[in-house]
């Protein structure tokens, strides 16, 4: 008796709950199931905010848009980007009731990167085209960006939390890619249904191809980084299968293309190539490229392979097909819509998020291809440097490569200091090399694709970026006591 006369409020509370609950169930309401879940997912962020944090990574491979369910018109991956905004205003508080980010955090050149990308997001949403597009933009980079970048570096100084997050990001994925395969299985592994037997989990083929490169890169570091016992070997050996087969069967030529890249990036760290011979190298390339152009459009001109064939080989060269192939020819007439866009408004752009509602216009009829619309209601730019060109301008697209040169020289810088102060080190070494190289294989892809304003590539980047930051500032504080 004394026992319920102390906790008289919680049992009415209790009741009342499952009373409404009942209520609304009859009536075919289901929303109510969920608040349990989320007053623990709630109790979890606010006492053990790390552990929220690292099941946020686990469950973003896993998480599901609703566009899904709502034909397009609610977009909200769950439970990532609640849980996020929650941790946004978790964090926000925190800091403002006592500061707990230090002076070396927002004076590194990530963070100040970042800040400068998010003023230009805030400036071209007064501007833009279609301001409450864009301001819902800007508002989910902020839960994508603070609680990432904030959480993480204050859990990423420690380096088993390194570990925890590439653990729990290749878990999620190797089971989406188990998952994937026994679906497409059902259809011989045919490529037409390539693209979309990864729902409801990815939107397409080529997010998901994408995600699976990184992961592919991360279950090498975790494999390498120390000496595991037999066990662990054995499950790293079998995730590294499963992820490339994931991988192969994806027929995502972006995401097969950037292994490529990400190993000509590893010989460069390995082998020490300075910085002045690639940038040599580079305007040597795009001079003969430039100067060469008629006669390499001529030979393109010549590649008739489509894509749509399964074959590695034959699925390789098609990446070079301008002249047949539906889905190269729709990339070059989205990018020239956007070049046209930046032509139109290149100061501020369109407004961020907002190419998709705008670039119907600005398509050249003669790029128009059999996949093409005239409404405009086929998605982004297919490229995170292009689609920010035409959303925010010259200085949005800056804002962009500047994030992107700042996250690489943090990160090749770290594994010079680590040689160079630390050298015994060599598992932080291989971690962040890891991370390094799926980075690459990110923003190489970005070249074809932009997915971060999806939870799948924005937690794995913003995450990469704050274990750098973290790491940077223990480095910064080991080289002073040497």
């Avoid at 293309?257 to 760290?269: D, K, Q, T």
């Amino acid at each position: 008796m004394k026992f319920i006369k102390n906790n008289s409020l919680l049992i009415s509370i209790a009741l009342l709950f499952m009373g409404v609950n009942a209520y609304l169930v009859f009536n075919d309401n289901y929303f109510l199931n969920a608040l349990p879940l989320v007053l623990v997912i709630a109790y979890i962020a606010i006492f053990h905010t790390s552990s929220a944090f690292l099941l946020t990574v686990f469950l973003t491979p896993l998480s599901v848009n609703l566009e899904e369910f709502t034909d397009g018109k609610f977009g909200l991956y769950l439970p990532t980007e609640p849980i996020l905004f929650g941790l946004m205003l978790w964090i926000i508080l925190k800091e403002l009731k006592s500061p707990i980010m230090n002076k070396e955090f927002w004076s590194h050149p990530i963070t100040l990167s970042i800040g400068f990308y998010l003023l230009w997001v805030f400036m071209t949403s007064i501007t833009s085209a279609q301001p409450l597009v864009s301001f819902k933009f800007l508002l989910m980079k902020l839960w994508f960006i603070i609680p990432i970048l904030m959480i993480g570096f204050n859990i990423f100084k420690n380096k088993s939390n390194i570990v925890k997050f590439l653990w729990c990001y290749t878990a999620g994925m190797t089971i989406v890619i188990v998952y994937t395969i026994i679906h497409h299985w059902g259809f011989n592994f045919r490529e037409k249904e390539s693209h979309w037997v990864m729902s409801p989990f990815f939107k397409d083929h080529t997010i998901y191809g994408a995600s699976v490169a990184m992961s592919i890169v991360f279950v090498l570091g975790l494999y390498f980084y120390k000496k595991h016992s037999l066990q662990a070997k054995v499950l790293l050996v079998i995730m590294f299968i499963i992820t490339l087969l994931g991988l192969y069967f994806s027929y995502t030529r972006g995401a097969w293309l950037s292994i490529v890249f990400a190993i000509s990036v590893w010989a460069f760290i390995k082998y020490k190539v300075k910085f002045k011979y690639l940038l040599s190298i580079g305007i040597i390339v795009l001079s003969v490229i430039l100067f060469s152009w008629s006669k390499i459009e001529m030979e393109l001109a010549k590649n008739k392979q489509e894509h749509t064939t399964t074959n590695f080989d034959e699925r390789l060269q098609s990446a070079a097909n301008i002249t047949s192939d539906a889905s190269n020819l729709e990339r070059l007439n989205r990018w020239s819509a956007a070049w046209n866009m930046f032509k139109e408004r290149p100061v501020f752009g369109f407004g961020p998020a907002t190419y998709a509602f705008e670039y119907a216009p600005y398509q050249d009829p003669g790029k128009l291809t059999v996949i093409s619309t005239n409404f405009g209601n086929q998605g982004n730019a297919h490229s995170e440097y292009l689609g920010a060109l035409a959303e925010m301008g010259l200085i949005g697209m800056l804002s962009v490569l500047v994030f992107v040169a700042a996250l690489f020289y943090s990160g090749i810088m770290l594994l010079i200091n680590i040689k160079r102060y630390t050298p015994e080190d060599t598992e932080l070494y291989i971690l962040l090399l890891c991370i390094i190289l799926a980075m690459s294989t990110y923003f190489f892809h970005g070249l074809l694709n932009n997915y971060l304003d999806t939870d799948k590539a924005s937690i794995p980047v913003y995450g990469a970026a704050a274990v750098f930051i973290a790491q940077g500032v223990m480095m910064r504080r080991r080289k002073s006591t040497l």
